[in-house]
């Protein structure tokens, strides 16, 4: 209805579907519908984080081909906000709708193995690896990449999920054996020696037109994304490296809509890539509020085929994320709260410890007073004291 059939453009009015309910989703959707669009959504979970936000959700399985291709005969595009929806769901659906991100992507950010040699491919630095298929593999592995390492199923894993850290080569054969038991494609990575970790998001449109966000420097605790620091305390020379790491790859693979590079810096400088993610991405969540376009209005903009919007970063930002051990006490304490912090809660029952439950974007003069803000909250504990 509301489709340039020329251009492919999908003008507002129009619905877009989102195969995955979560916060991804919530935030696609909230931020479409002030441009005009409406939203279905598939999830598995009745009234999911996007579901609550949407203008309508089929409660069905990620891989539920039927109720899929319902929602496509409803919707002039179709995009997906994790990567673990069914390669071959989205395959079935762009035979008869339109999913301008197609189903290539999803195999390779699917799949560790396949992602690395893509990455290799394109002569992207990532981490020396080795496949690992059998014991033989295990141990050829070992000999070629050594201690420290780290040991990965090839799919499934998020959040640390998946991997075990091995500090010497006596730690394989037991991390082998409990890992094979989810995935019998395995690899391992030499452990990347890092000063920082950080991320940048691409947006590029079918016409090759393509923007870039402000590199996000990330803090982990127990693997899970805590902290982005926005500027990044990187300097001007890593800053473009990193963008044209993400050029090449968005390239590369023909992106449409957003892809996500995770990267290691090393202390003398250099860049690995670790992971991608062909969505919105947590360590873009600060783009939200401190960025004139957030990745969310990018992602939309670039998969109906709208000119892209700016990524000019308006004020320093530090994203914190509230995980379930920390959602009580930031609802608790938001009266207190200082009137520079944004407040993002995705609306999931079931406050379990380690979900991410919402994010606080704090902005201020620099990272380093939004920083102070956060620690005079009092509800996360202080860097210097986890270390
Ligand atoms: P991933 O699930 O691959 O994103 O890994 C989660 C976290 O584990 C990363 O953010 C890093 O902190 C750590 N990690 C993963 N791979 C490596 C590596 N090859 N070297 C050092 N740290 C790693």
């Known amino acids: 209805m509301s489709v340039d059939k020329k251009t492919k453009t999908i003008l507002p009015g129009s619905t877009i579907g989102i195969l995955g ?9 909230l931020e479409g519908r002030r441009m005009g669009y409406q939203f279905i959504t598939l999830d598995p979970t009745e009234n999911s984080p996007c579901g609550q936000v949407a203008d309508y959700q089929f409660v069905a399985s990620y891989d539920d081909v039927e109720q899929a291709k319902e929602m496509a005969s409803r919707c002039d595009v179709i995009t997906y906000e994790f990567e673990n929806v069914s390669s071959l769901v989205a395959e079935a659906l762009g035979k008869h709708s339109f999913v301008p991100q197609g189903s290539r992507l999803l195999f390779f950010t699917q799949h560790r193995i396949r992602e690395k040699e893509a990455l290799m491919e394109l002569k992207v630095p990532v981490a020396p690896f080795h496949v690992i298929r059998s014991r033989q593999d295990l141990f050829d592995g070992l000999k070629a990449i050594g201690t420290p390492s780290i040991l990965k199923t090839a799919t499934g894993g998020y959040d640390g999920k998946g991997q075990i850290v091995l500090k010497k080569p006596e730690d394989a054969e037991s991390a082998f054996q409990l890992l094979v038991q989810h995935d019998r494609e395995l690899i391992l990575e030499q452990f990347v020696p890092f000063e920082k970790e950080i991320s940048v998001i691409v947006a590029r449109r079918q016409s090759g037109e393509m923007e870039f966000f402000p590199v996000a420097e990330n803090i982990h605790r127990n693997n899970i994304l805590h902290q982005s620091l926005v500027p990044a305390r990187i300097g001007q020379r890593v800053e473009s490296e990193a963008r044209e790491i993400g050029k090449r790859i968005a390239e590369g693979l023909q992106v449409v809509g957003l ?3 995770e990267m290691f810096l090393t202390g003398d400088g250099r860049i690995y890539v670790n992971e991608l993610a062909p969505r919105p991405h947590n360590s873009g969540h600060y783009t939200y509020d401190a960025c004139v376009t957030s990745q969310f209005e990018q992602h939309l903009r670039a998969i109906c085929n709208l000119p ?5 970063l308006l004020s320093p930002v530090v994203m914190v ?6 959602v009580n006490q930031v609802v608790e304490k938001i009266a207190e709260f200082p009137p520079n912090i944004k407040i993002h809660l995705y609306g ?19 990272t380093e007073v939004a920083l102070q803000i956060i620690d005079q909250l009092k509800i996360w504990k202080k860097t210097e004291d986890v270390r």
């Open 348 to 366: 999931k029952k079931g406050a379990k410890p380690k979900r991410k439950m919402g994010h606080l974007n704090v902005l201020a003069e620099t």
């Open 21 to 29: 309910g979560g916060q991804l989703g919530r935030m696609m959707a």
């Open 308 to 312: 892209l919007g700016s990524t000019q």
């Open 321 to 326: 994320n509230i995980l379930g051990e920390h």
């Open 259 to 261: 892809i996500a590079v």
